[in-house]
């Protein structure tokens, strides 16, 4: 299948930087709400800025979450930037605790740690925890991020959390 990537609208996101980033990289993609154009597409990008429960709402509102999930179960690539990201997790306790599409295990949390301020930005290290041939090049060097969140479940021991600022779920 010809690589084809779809980036869903449902109200929340900067679509737009995204395509133009995707077009820059000449990747062919498409922004759309419609189940059958997601389904045919062989990547899947969820954007989102804003609020957890807000875009939970959308998602609910425009049955999004359903296409969502069914995409991941097909087994092809899902990437979830920024607020996305945060969506595919179990739950969010920013302002209230809500579900998420319950994709990734664990809960999406406020920063509360002594010393580290919020938001947290600046220039970080990044280490790369697990071989993945797209981030290999960035193990060790540097990347600007602006955060306020972290990614918890029962495995993390809450004296040693972990910033995690991307996620992937496939093996390679």
């Known amino acids: 299948m010809k690589k084809k990537v779809a980036i869903i609208d449902y109200g929340i996101g900067n679509t737009l930087s995204i395509q133009r980033a995707l077009k820059f990289l000449k990747i062919n ?3 759309t709400n419609k189940t059958r154009i997601i389904n045919n597409c ?14 939970m709402t959308l998602l609910h509102k ?20 920024c607020l996305g990201m945060q969506l595919l997790f179990d739950a969010s306790e920013e302002f209230g605790r809500f579900e998420g599409l319950g994709l990734i295990p664990g809960v999406v949390k406020k920063i509360n740690l002594k010393n580290v301020n919020t938001p ?9 925890q697990k071989k993945n041939r797209l981030l290999k090049k960035f193990n060790n060097e540097y990347m600007y991020l602006s955060l306020n969140i972290i990614f918890t479940d029962e495995g993390l021991s809450p ?4 910033l995690l600022y991307a ?5 390679e």
Not at 120 to 128: A, D, L, S
Not at 159 to 162: A, K, S
């Open 29 to 31: 993609s498409i922004i």
């Open 42 to 55: 062989s990547h899947l990008i969820l954007p989102g800025v804003g609020s957890f429960s807000s875009a």
């Open 62 to 81: 425009t049955k999004m979450d359903i296409v969502l999930k069914n995409f991941a179960k097909s087994g092809k690539p899902l990437l979830g930037i």
């Open 120 to 128: 947290n930005v600046g220039w970080f290290k990044i280490q790369v």
């Open 159 to 162: 004296h040693e959390p972990l």
């Open 167 to 171: 996620i992937f779920v496939f093996d």
